[in-house]
């Protein structure tokens, strides 16, 4: 991400360069924006002590519990957080088992009101039946279509049948898209790579990989804050041979700082280990959403355009981020397509109904 100046600054009325460094607008490459209401959401009903009752007992009753007007104020509050953190793109992966028809519009909407770009998809699942699967397929397949940007999802190899995994695997094919999917996140999933090898290309953005056994083709989407909290082990991305990039697996869209981390991580795991590779999964984002290369962030750090001072340097924030073609999204660390305060608020009201489901 090479510094360089903003584009059509006399739109702002000021040098919005003048501040920090300015780089390229971030991509998260892998997001989960229905999970942004989660934040202090109820306990449940006990503790969790592995990977798999942490998807029973919280996410899976999360997702069960999502309406339209829930993800909307998840999705615009995920967007406007992005935003405030210099991430410009962000590809998504959604599931909302008992709102599944539109919700990819919901989303592709309530972000481009904040100005954010989207590359989305729905993840398939059998958990909910077949009937739950075809109708994931059908808002994947009417999505894009209809010309949405974005892949197939599915959630996840053990949760889905192997007819629902080639029907998925089809119809990205015959869409002339890829299929953005969790492999081998934790041990109920360490078939994966056996069941997905017929079937994986090198168009599918594959999700954590920690556990798996033999090599897929595809971009290798890491997340090691996410991997960190549920306590799946560290996939060592950088021994794979696949291109890695970064991304927050739901966890906000922080990229600077969910850049920190996968350097710490890999630091861990071998101590000659240089923030530049960290980094290049930055960078690598830009395969997924091309675009963001020529949106232009004014940071609060002068050196935010180095791996090497950013590594080291906590608390940088994005104050200004322009558009490629000239509009200002954010001016001195406020967005401007819309206001915050009623953001926030319409997310504190829609988690308050989602929490009293839970």
């Given at each position: 991400?090479?510094?360089?100046s903003?584009?059509?600054?006399s739109?702002a009325?000021?040098?919005?360069?003048?501040?920090g460094?300015?780089?390229?607008?971030?991509?998260?490459s892998?997001h989960?924006?229905?999970?942004?209401?989660?934040?202090?959401?109820p306990?449940?009903?006990?503790?969790?002590t592995?990977?798999?009752?942490?998807?029973?007992?919280?996410?899976w009753?999360?997702?069960?519990?999502?309406?339209?007007?829930?993800?909307r104020?998840?999705?615009?509050?995920?967007?406007?957080?992005?935003?405030l953190?210099?991430?410009?793109?962000?590809?998504?992966?959604?599931?909302?088992?008992?709102?599944?028809e539109?919700?990819?519009?919901?989303?592709?909407?309530?972000?481009?009101?904040?100005g954010?770009r989207?590359?989305?998809?729905?993840?398939?699942?059998d958990?909910?039946?077949?009937?739950?699967?075809?109708?994931?397929?059908?808002e994947?397949?009417r999505?894009?279509?209809?010309?949405?940007?974005?892949?197939?999802?599915?959630?996840?190899?053990?949760?889905c049948?192997?007819?629902?995994?080639?029907?998925?695997?089809g119809?990205?094919?015959?869409l002339?898209?890829?299929?953005?999917?969790?492999?081998?996140?934790?041990?109920?999933?360490?078939?994966?790579?056996?069941?997905?090898?017929?079937?994986?290309?090198?168009?599918w953005?594959?999700?954590?990989?920690?556990?798996?056994?033999?090599e897929?083709?595809g971009?290798l989407?890491?997340?090691?804050?996410?991997?960190?909290n549920n306590?799946?082990?560290?996939?060592r991305?950088?021994?794979k041979?696949?291109?890695?990039?970064?991304g927050?697996?739901?966890?906000?869209a922080?990229m600077?700082?969910?850049?920190?981390?996968?350097?710490?991580?890999?630091?861990?795991?071998?101590?000659?280990a240089?923030?530049?590779?960290?980094?290049?999964?930055?960078?690598?984002?830009?395969?997924?959403?091309?675009?963001c290369?020529?949106d232009?962030?004014?940071?609060?750090y002068?050196?935010?355009?180095?791996?090497?001072?950013?590594?080291?340097?906590?608390?940088?924030?994005a104050l200004?981020?322009?558009?490629?073609?000239?509009?200002?999204?954010?001016?001195?660390?406020?967005?401007?397509?819309?206001h915050?305060?009623?953001?926030?608020a319409?997310?504190?009201?829609?988690?308050?109904?989602l929490?009293?489901?839970?």
């Amino acid at each position: 991400m090479k510094a360089t100046s903003p584009p059509n600054v006399s739109r702002a009325g000021r040098n919005l360069g003048a501040m920090g460094a300015v780089t390229p607008g971030l991509v998260c490459s892998h997001h989960h924006l229905y999970s942004t209401l989660a934040r202090g959401m109820p306990a449940p009903p006990r503790t969790p002590t592995g990977f798999a009752e942490i998807l029973e007992q919280i996410w899976w009753r999360l997702d069960t519990a999502l309406d339209l007007d829930m993800l909307r104020a998840s999705a615009r509050l995920g967007a406007v957080e992005a935003l405030l953190a210099g991430t410009t793109g962000i590809v998504d992966h959604h599931e909302s088992p008992n709102a599944i028809e539109g919700s990819l519009d919901v989303i592709a909407d309530a972000c481009a009101e904040v100005g954010v770009r989207t590359s989305l998809a729905y993840g398939v699942t059998d958990r909910h039946g077949p009937d739950g699967a075809r109708r994931g397929l059908a808002e994947n397949e009417r999505f894009l279509r209809a010309g949405g940007r974005g892949m197939v999802g599915v959630h996840a190899a053990f949760t889905c049948t192997d007819d629902t995994l080639a029907a998925a695997a089809g119809l990205a094919a015959e869409l002339g898209v890829g299929v953005h999917i969790h492999v081998a996140e934790g041990s109920p999933d360490e078939a994966a790579g056996a069941r997905l090898e017929p079937l994986a290309a090198d168009d599918w953005l594959i999700v954590h990989c920690v556990r798996l056994d033999r090599e897929l083709p595809g971009l290798l989407a890491h997340n090691p804050r996410s991997n960190m909290n549920n306590a799946v082990g560290y996939g060592r991305p950088a021994r794979k041979r696949n291109d890695v990039v970064l991304g927050t697996d739901g966890i906000g869209a922080d990229m600077l700082e969910e850049f920190r981390l996968a350097y710490v991580a890999h630091r861990a795991d071998d101590v000659t280990a240089s923030p530049d590779t960290a980094w290049s999964w930055i960078t690598n984002g830009y395969r997924l959403l091309p675009e963001c290369e020529g949106d232009r962030v004014t940071w609060s750090y002068d050196h935010a355009d180095s791996p090497w001072h950013v590594a080291f340097t906590p608390g940088i924030r994005a104050l200004d981020v322009v558009a490629a073609d000239g509009e200002v999204l954010v001016e001195g660390g406020r967005p401007t397509r819309v206001h915050l305060d009623e953001v926030r608020a319409h997310a504190a009201e829609q988690a308050a109904r989602l929490f009293a489901l839970l």
